[in-house]
């Protein structure tokens, strides 16, 4: 059974910080883009942080927030983590992770639609 189960998720003031966590489970780990996305009400999802499947771990990540957004991966847990500094207002969302097997892991990022494997989503509310 594929399950994608996010944790981490919180209320903080704008400046603060929040580490988000997604442990995978009934997934092969090889050539599988994961990445995370959001979406605020009354907005489309957004991805904010893409790490590639290609095997080099690169990471993508939208001007919205580089620099403040990390992605990184835990291969033997199998666990995927967003690391979120400076938060700010706007960054209020329900966030996701999702995998996806698929060799151009870029333009699944740009418009996933419904494709790939999901998670249920935790909220991050950041108040000013």
């Known amino acids: 059974q594929v399950q994608l189960a996010e944790s981490g998720g919180g209320s903080v003031q704008a400046g603060g910080s929040l580490r988000l966590s997604c442990v995978v489970s009934?997934?092969?780990?090889?050539?599988?883009?994961m990445g995370w996305f959001r979406q605020a009400p009354g907005k489309e999802r957004e991805g904010v942080a893409l790490m590639d499947g290609d095997g080099s771990s690169s990471t993508t990540y939208p001007d919205s927030v580089k620099g403040r957004f990390s992605i990184s991966k835990d291969n033997a847990k199998d666990t995927l983590y967003l690391e979120m500094n400076s938060l700010k207002p706007e960054d209020t969302a329900m966030y996701y992770c999702a995998a996806e097997f698929r060799w151009r892991c870029l333009n699944w990022f740009r418009d996933p639609g419904a494709s790939g494997y999901w998670g249920q989503g935790t909220q991050v509310t950041v108040s000013s």
């Open positions: 009934g997934l092969a780990n090889t050539r599988r883009c």
